[in-house]
T-cell receptor, first 117, second 115 residues
Framework: DADVTQTPRNRITKTGKRIMLECSQT?????MYWYRQDPGLGLRLIYY???????NKGEISDGYSVSRQAQAKFSLSLESAIPNQTALYFC????????????????FGPGTRLTVL | AQSVAQPEDQVNVAEGNPLTVKCTYS??????LFWYVQYPNRGLQFLLK??????LVKGSYGFEAEFNKSQTSFHLKKPSALVSDSALYFC?????????????FGTGTRLLVSP
């Protein structure tokens, strides 16, 4: 979805390096998410944020941190990258309560393929 | 705990034939169910969702899905497959209880449509 952009699209780094993945959205959504995708495991939630001051851990937050710089920007950091963090990372947004009905459909960015050597 | 099962890693179908991609779920309360498609080097694209109402949900690109509460299933269907439908399909479920309920994804089913 072109309304959700991620940079970089591909990144190769070395063990121990600090890496930041960035996500921007123009959908006007309050909720933003970071997932990682591994073959055969589907998508797993790393962190989620309901607004700039509301950030929450997901199911696999160890080794990751996030920053919500603005409603439209949500970045994911790997403080000291390790090889098992090699994965495809997705940012997503959702509208939360819309018209009083909690549909909360999530819309995804194109992904960042991260390789940690 | 919420869970989703996609029992087939891959589904093969000939172009023009009907296709079905299976999904079963487990969730507390009423389910919110979603199908997403992932093309190579692309993010997940939303196809359709079931929240309430008619058990047959129509979505993008001619896809539809049937909600079956007694069988806890939400199978994705299309009457006539296209080669361009070849992709990775994910089923996802979220509980309908109040408060935040995370979206739980299945492991994905690869659909291969042959000419």
């Amino acid at each position: 979805d072109a309304d959700v952009t991620q940079t970089p699209r591909n990144r190769i780094t070395k063990t121990g390096k600090r890496i930041m993945l960035e996500c921007s959205q123009t959908k006007g959504h309050d909720r933003m998410y970071w997932y990682r995708q591994d073959p055969g495991l589907g998508l797993r939630l790393i962190y989620y944020s309901f607004d700039v001051k509301d950030i929450n851990k997901g199911e696999i937050s160890d080794g990751y941190s996030v920053s919500r710089q603005a409603q439209a920007k949500f970045s994911l950091s790997l403080e000291s990258a390790i090889p098992n963090q090699t994965a495809l990372y997705f940012c997503a947004t959702s509208d939360g309560l819309a018209g009083g009905v909690s549909t909360d459909t999530q819309y995804f960015g194109p992904g960042t393929r991260l390789t940690v050597l | 705990a919420q869970s989703v099962a996609q029992p087939e890693d891959q589904v093969n179908v000939a172009e023009g034939n009907p296709l079905t991609v299976k999904c079963t779920y487990s969730v507390s309360g009423n389910p919110y169910l979603f199908w997403y498609v992932q093309y190579p080097n692309r993010g997940l694209q939303f196809l359709l969702k079931y929240i309430t109402g008619d058990n047959l949900v129509k979505g993008s690109y001619g896809f539809e899905a049937e909600f079956n509460k007694s069988q806890t299933s939400f199978h994705l269907k299309k009457p006539s497959a296209l080669v361009s439908d070849s992709a990775l399909y994910f089923c996802a479920v979220r509980g309908g209880n109040t408060g935040f309920q995370k979206l739980v994804f299945g492991t994905g089913t690869r659909l291969l449509v042959s000419p």
